[in-house]
Every structure is written in C-alpha cells, then in structure tokens.
C-alpha cells in the first residue's frame, strides 16, 4: 500500500510541515498537490508521521481563522488481499 498527504488549502502565514522521523530535518512541506508519505509497505506495517506547523508569520487574527485539514489516501494497485 502507498500513502498520500495533502492539506485543503493554502495559508499566507504558516507553513505545515511532515517528517517521517521526529526531527524537523529534511522538511516536506505540505502543499494542495498529493504527497508519497511512504510506498510498498506491506500487511501490518506501522507507519508514524509527524507533522510541525510554522505560525510566526501570522497575527492573532490570523490564527483565529485557520482550519487547515490535512487529508490521507491509501492505495494499492495489483494488490491480492488475504483475509486472515
């Protein structure tokens, strides 16, 4: 299975970011476009992603307002599903 991300909508003043580590380095930042999370994982796989959101360009109005939704896809293509 392969796991997409993307947010609804763009913000002038933050910036959301993920990480498949807890580190904030490399960024990925989100955008409006489908992201690969991670690819290929297989049956019972754990996955953790952690997401950091940057507001120091905002203004206390600005934070009253923002809902950012961050969506997920799965997918699996050729996929043969066992049930167990």
Same mark, same amino acid.
């Given at each position: 299975? @392969?796991?997409?991300?993307?947010? @609804? %909508?763009? !913000?002038?003043?933050? /910036?959301?970011?993920? +990480?498949?580590? +807890?580190? *904030?380095?490399?960024?990925?930042?989100? /955008?409006?476009?489908?992201?690969? =999370?991670?690819? +290929?994982? %297989?049956?019972? @796989? +754990?996955? *953790? =992603?952690? !997401?950091?959101? $940057?507001?120091?360009?905002? $203004?206390?109005? $600005? *934070?009253?307002?923002?809902?950012?939704?961050? %969506?997920?896809?799965?997918?699996? %293509? $050729?996929?043969?599903?066992?049930?167990?």
């Amino acid at each position: 299975m @392969n796991i997409s991300v993307r947010i @609804n %909508e763009s !913000f002038s003043c933050i /910036n959301i970011s993920w +990480n498949l580590t +807890n580190e *904030k380095s490399p960024i990925n930042k989100l /955008n409006t476009s489908w992201q690969e =999370i991670a690819s +290929n994982l %297989e049956l019972f @796989n +754990n996955t *953790k =992603i952690w !997401f950091w959101a $940057d507001l120091e360009q905002c $203004d206390p109005s $600005d *934070k009253r307002i923002l809902r950012p939704l961050i %969506e997920f896809e799965s997918y699996c %293509e $050729d996929c043969v599903w066992e049930y167990l």
